[in-house]
């Protein structure tokens, strides 16, 4: 892949990471509050499950995409949002899979 095609890639996927990670983020606390507000959450779930897709695989992009070169701050917030993207995908494909009722 050329330099030219990596520059863009690198920064629209850190750009991806960072918005879907942080809309992954807030979906916590509103769905903690609609639980306690007896209110039906299952669109903050459904969209924070498409978020945490999105910053996985747009954290594995940038990671493919950077050149090889010392280890900068984001990257090291990719490799976490990528390890904890694909636990909490496996976790969540446990659930689907093995729910009862």
Known sequence: ?????RRPARSLSKLV???SG???AVCIPAILLLERLERSQWFFHVTQLAAI???TLA?????LTRRREPSRAFS???IAASILGLGWIVFALFML?????
């Open 1 to 5: 892949m050329s330099s030219e095609i």
């Open 17 to 19: 990471a960072v918005v």
């Open 22 to 24: 942080v809309y992954a």
């Open 53 to 55: 897709v999105i910053c």
């Open 59 to 63: 954290s594995i992009t940038y990671l």
């Open 76 to 78: 090291g917030w990719a």
């Open 97 to 101: 899979f093995t729910r009862v009722g």
